[in-house]
């Protein structure tokens, strides 16, 4: 699947700081009524000590695409295929698998 098809339009991105090899990236995942900007200071830390990390937010969460009154609500299935497309799109950028934390 092309990744313009993604429905997630707020994935912040902490490169790490200092680069170490065999680091696998994160991908943090937040709970329900909040964002990715809930994980900064865990991405901090984690960037700092090599990590790539990044925090992704749901539909209609944060700076993501948000429901019209038409369709009000999305699909757990939905949630989780945009969860895989960012774990597509980090695996295509970095080689490797991301660590999901959420």
């Given at each position: 699947m092309p990744y313009s098809l993604i429905q997630v339009k707020e994935v912040l991105h902490y490169p790490p700081t200092n680069i170490i090899s065999n680091i696998p990236p994160i991908l943090f995942i937040h709970g329900l009524s909040l964002a990715a900007w809930i994980w900064d200071n865990f991405c901090h830390w984690f960037s700092n000590k090599g990590h790539d990390c990044y925090a992704?937010?749901?539909?209609?969460?944060?700076?993501?695409?948000?429901t019209s009154k038409k369709d009000k609500w999305w699909s757990l299935n939905d949630i989780t295929n945009d969860v895989s497309l960012v774990t597509d799109a980090i695996i295509a950028r970095t080689g490797d698998k991301p660590v999901l934390v959420g």
């Amino acid at each position: 699947m092309p990744y313009s098809l993604i429905q997630v339009k707020e994935v912040l991105h902490y490169p790490p700081t200092n680069i170490i090899s065999n680091i696998p990236p994160i991908l943090f995942i937040h709970g329900l009524s909040l964002a990715a900007w809930i994980w900064d200071n865990f991405c901090h830390w984690f960037s700092n000590k090599g990590h790539d990390c990044y925090a992704m937010s749901f539909r209609g969460h944060g700076q993501s695409t948000k429901t019209s009154k038409k369709d009000k609500w999305w699909s757990l299935n939905d949630i989780t295929n945009d969860v895989s497309l960012v774990t597509d799109a980090i695996i295509a950028r970095t080689g490797d698998k991301p660590v999901l934390v959420g």
